[in-house]
């Protein structure tokens, strides 16, 4: 197989994607990595003065920033938990014999196709609204006070909210590995008359493993640059309490067009990233290995 | 087990399957719903499941009001087009992950899924300045070539880890009999990988459709797609519940279709590995 | 002589427009109404010249913003006329980011605008955006709760009156709640309300210096009425509420009253969304007895950035779209109730006009009393009255509008809230070098 002349080969043919996403990485990232120290803002053109650290020094001292790092931590988390519960619960339902599979699965798949600013839109306005919303309507009528969602809990709202678009990509990975469980094996511990949960957790979730890595990094991926869903729901507040990394890189960099700022803290992130990228790596690299 | 017991646990995993995915779905159903109430009964204090005057007036405004078919064009060139263009870059890549493995292929993979952890809005401005001075700005070149990068990692991954299901004696079994490289791709293994590639395609014409950070921001008028469309229904001056919900049924009902439609192919080819 | 030599400029211009191929123009607007109202008819303009043909680019706000500002600034020139606030005027119009208008017509009559409107849009005499609808705020109340309350509105309520009707129209029971007052973070959400608010109780944002006053008295006072009267008698979720989720409330008859932007009037006494379209009544937004009222001030203008290479289409068009033809045009079409309001001065001597707007009246003195170089009671080196026209106020102003939603949550206390805004302003400020 590894003859030289395939590996030349093989080198040629990783060369377009590697060069390709070299380009995009590498020539934002140095622009990126430039502009990080300079006093650049968009809106008040002139001098783009080098003044070293200051960027960065402003954005790491700045109060938002641990906050929006816990949150970013615990909106990845809170999201991956949620989905790879419901979806391992959703997968394993989903492959019983209903009726009308087909149906259920496209419905279960459905919040998948909508796009964040929609899916946010509805659930603030039409869903967690304390007042007009469906669930203060469906609370009131069993008596209970309704749940003011974004003030109460405004990082969970966003965490379910997102889980919910997420959910349908962790059942549909999940339910595809469960589909090429090996059923003889279910059987032969049948009976050895093992109980559901010992076969869960001896049998289908090794079985599992896989996939489930497959959904976290997948979904670590999209979760890190959330904010869509925070800008229409809670603008980040209240304080600091929903503000992630991703929309306080915003704040700078759209809102006050601070090119310098911003570039400062997408060095940050990508940083960030990288260190979840090696922990995952950590994570993963025993399940890529075989 | 009996017959009967097993009949008896089938129909209370269907009332649990059903109950479970009508309250995912509902959120969906409720905009449906919505997209056909008048604007005023859209925010009634009292809200109706089906007892409201269904009325067509908000399909109407929004079709009056949109060149959504534009719009509609733009989203299809773009996701369709960066999937397969995609495609083209990432299998060669994913073939050659797989099968000529190398001790740095593993550390290669996570550097091209780490690429995917950059936030856009981090780098909004130099990848403005660069599609301003290649005239790319407001183009459908511009956008495919953006959404071709932005799920190129993923595609490689997808197709890496499907390909390596592949028992390689099957392509040297096609290599002794005289193929060469680009015939074994062609003849043996997508044939092969067909559902894993078609999986793949599909999951990034999702993601390509619902991308909504660079369509949004590298956009005016020509290439503007779907998501677009959206943001001129969102939060204006005044009521406007109806009217985005008749615009998002818009934008989503196509994709759901084509969902609809492939979602076997795609519960068929996610595997990432897991089929082994 | 000049003159002479523009209209020959002018007359070359047409003529080689005309030689040419269509002209395109591609138009950046907001998807609120009135602009929705303004492309529907635009039908009008290019019919009357057939030389130019329009190209829509239609958004939500804060999408439209980032776009065009990112446009301008970069030199991208994807847009030949954006519709832009009072706050980007006077920044662009400095940088010469914008094309000055002084080809408007003959018949436009610049002396009509409102000169509230208008200051706030010409920077060294310069006018660089043309004003199309223009806004205050005001007090919108229910005149069936407050009668049952036993109450009669002033036509300038105080601050304190306002407290003691909302707490007197609430009835939490029946889930009717005094007052609604924004609370969504955001410069041009809950900082629009407040910082309209602390003018009228005296507050700045800063001192001669450029120095940030949340320490100050005035401040702790505003923002402590504010999260009290909220606490006794707002909606819950008011920290997620901006003019929208307000307007829904109100309309289907949720709020005693409502604070918020004029436009919203004839919303609110439309009868096929409104549930409450017969009972409402206005009144000057509040005061505390110092010389200012609570009010705002904002236009919404159209402008040509100075990358457009094709101004002279452009200017016609905003000629077009801000005259009092296309004012006649709308009252046509679509009666006058939906024309443009808060421009010109000629609407308001309309008989016509002010018997059709119940809420027209209001709304200009509202306008007419709102004086963006002097927003407030103590002196201040800004232009803006719910704003600070710095290019940092975006950033800042949102930042801010977090802290005092979480004042408003109950997350911070008033101190505490303060005391962060003051410390991140500060912080902001001192990076970029003020005072400059």
Redesign the interface.
């Known amino acids: 197989m590894a003859t030289s002349n395939s590996r030349t080969l093989a080198r040629l043919m990783l060369f377009p994607s590697v060069v390709l996403l070299l380009a995009w990485m590498l020539v934002p990232l140095c622009m990126t990595l430039y502009f990080s120290f300079l006093d650049y803002n968009l809106l008040t053109p002139g001098n783009n003065a080098f003044i070293g650290f200051l960027n960065y020094e402003f954005f790491l001292t700045d109060p938002a920033f641990f906050a929006s790092f816990f949150n970013t931590i615990l909106l990845v988390g809170g999201v991956l938990l949620i989905t790879l519960g419901g979806g391992i619960g959703l997968a394993i339902l989903l492959d019983q014999a209903i009726w009308g599979r087909n149906y259920v699965r496209i419905m279960v798949l459905a919040p998948f196709f909508v796009m964040p600013t929609v899916s946010a839109l509805v659930w603030k306005n039409m869903l967690m609204n304390p007042v007009n919303g469906l669930f203060a309507h469906f609370a009131t009528w069993l008596g209970m006070s309704p749940i003011d969602f974004f003030a109460q809990i405004p990082l969970l709202s966003i965490i379910i909210i997102v889980s919910w678009q997420w959910l349908p990509f962790a059942a549909l990975i999940l339910l595809t590995s469960i589909q090429s469980l090996d059923r003889e094996q279910l059987d032969a511990a049948d009976l050895d008359g093992a109980g559901p949960f010992s076969k869960f957790y001896y049998i289908v979730l090794p079985h599992l493993s896989r996939a489930i890595t497959a959904v976290i990094l997948i979904e670590t991926i999209f979760l890190l640059s959330i904010f869509a869903e925070i800008l229409v729901t809670t603008s980040g507040g209240p304080g600091y309490e929903s503000t992630n990394i991703t929309y306080l890189i915003y704040t700078q960099s759209l809102l006050q067009f601070d090119v310098g700022g911003g570039s400062a803290g997408g060095i940050v992130a990508v940083i960030i990233a990288n260190i979840v990228a090696i922990f995952l790596m950590r994570l993963i690299g025993k399940n890529l290995e075989d | 087990m009996s017959i009967k017991n097993s009949h008896r646990s089938k129909i209370i995993y269907t009332f649990l399957a059903w109950t479970i995915s009508s309250l995912i779905f509902f959120p969906i159903l409720w905009t449906l719903i919505t997209s056909f109430k008048t604007e005023a009964e859209a925010i009634s204090a009292s809200p109706s499941l089906f007892m409201f005057d269904w009325t067509l007036e908000n399909y109407e405004e929004v079709l009056a009001r949109s060149p959504y078919f534009n719009h509609f064009w733009n989203s299809i060139v773009i996701s369709l087009g960066s999937s397969i263009l995609g495609l083209l870059i990432a299998i060669p890549a994913a073939w050659s992950m797989a099968f000529v493995q190398t001790k740095r292929t593993k550390h290669l993979l996570m550097w091209m899924l780490s690429t995917k952890m950059l936030p856009p809005v981090g780098v909004l401005i130099p990848i403005y300045l660069l599609f301003r001075d290649f005239g790319l700005l407001d183009t459908k070149v511009g956008l495919v070539i953006v959404m071709t990068l932005i799920n190129l990692p993923i595609m490689v991954w997808m197709l890496y880890t499907y390909f390596r299901e592949i028992p390689s004696e099957v392509l040297e079994a096609s290599r002794m009999d005289g193929a060469n490289i680009a015939e074994e791709i062609w003849y043996v293994l997508l044939p092969i990988a067909l559902p894993g590639i078609a999986s793949t395609l599909l999951l990034t014409v999702i993601l390509a459709w619902n991308e909504a950070f660079w369509t949004l921001i590298l956009t005016a008028a020509d290439a503007a797609p779907l998501t677009a469309f959206i943001a001129s229904y969102s939060s204006p001056e005044g009521l406007f519940y109806a009217k985005l919900s008749a615009a998002s049924m818009m934008a989503i009902v196509p994709i759901l279709i084509l969902g609809w439609f492939s979602q076997k192919q795609l519960v068929r080819g996610l595997s990432f590995g897991a089929v082994k | 002589m000049k003159n002479k030599l523009m209209m020959l400029a002018c007359g070359v211009m047409t003529m080689s427009a005309a030689a040419a191929a269509k002209e395109t123009i ?1 138009i ?1 607007t ?4 009135d602009m ?1 109202t303004m ?2 008819l635009s039908n009008d303009f290019t019919r009357q010249n057939p030389d130019i043909a329009l ?9 439209l913003r ?2 065009v ?2 446009d301008v ?7 030949d006329v954006m519709t832009i606030g009072t706050y980007e005027v006077p ?1 662009w119009g400095k ?1 010469g980011w914008l094309t000055e208008l002084d080809n408007l017509g003959a018949s436009y009559d610049v002396d009509d605008l409102l000169p509230a409107i208008r200051s706030g849009l010409t920077v060294d005499e310069k006018l660089f955006a043309a004003p199309f609808y223009g806004e205050s705020s005001m007090v919108m109340y229910r005149t069936d709760l407050i009668a049952k309350a036993g109450l009669e509105m002033p036509k300038k309520p105080s601050w304190g009156f306002i407290r003691q009707a909302a707490k007197a129209m609430t009835d939490k029971e029946a ?1 009717v709640y005094g007052i609604c007052l924004r609370g ?4 041009g ?1 809950n900082m629009a309300l407040i910082t309209a608010m602390s003018n009228s109780f005296g507050a700045r944002w800063f001192d001669e210096n450029w120095q940030p006053q949340f320490d100050t008295q005035e401040w702790h006072d505003t923002l402590q009425y504010y999260v009290d009267v909220m606490a006794e008698s707002g ?6 509420n ?4 307000n ?3 109100f ?4 709020c005693g009253m409502w604070i918020d ?1 004029t ?2 009037g004839a ?1 609110v006494t439309n009868e ?4 409450v379209a017969d009972k409402v009544g206005f009144a000057l937004a509040p005061d505390k007895g110092l010389g200012k009222r609570g009010n705002w001030l904002w236009a919404w203008t159209l402008a040509i950035p100075a990358s457009s290479e094709k101004s002279a289409a452009a200017q016609k068009f905003i000629s077009w779209a801000t005259s009092k033809d296309y004012s006649a045009l709308v009252a046509k079409n679509k009666g006058w109730a939906k024309v443009p309001p808060g421009t010109r001065a000629s609407l308001y001597n309309n008989p016509e006009y002010m018997k059709a707007a119940p809420f027209a009246q209001i709304t200009i003195d509202s306008i007419q009393s709102a004086d963006p170089v002097n927003p407030t009671v103590k002196p201040v080196p800004y232009v803006g009255v719910q704003f600070v026209a710095i ?2 106020f ?3 102003g ?2 801010v ?3 005092f ?2 004042a ?2 109950g ?2 206390t008033v101190k505490e ?1 303060l005391k ?1 805004s003051q ?2 302003v500060d ?2 400020m001192r ?2 070098g003020y005072p400059k």
Do not use: C, H
């Open positions: 591609t950046a907001v998807n609120n109404g929705i492309k529907e190209k829509w680019v239609t958004l939500e706000e804060n999408i980032q776009r500002t990112t600034a970069t030199g991208g020139g994807q847009y920044i940088q889930g969504k973070a955001g410069w959400e909606p819950p979720g008011a920290s997620a901006g003019f929208n989720e307007l829904a409330l309309q289907t008859g949720k932007a436009v919203a919303f096929k969304d409104s549930a290019p940092e975006q950033g800042i949102t930042a509008g977090q802290q939603a979480a408003l949550t997350t911070m809230a962060a410390r991140l912080r902001t990076k970029a």
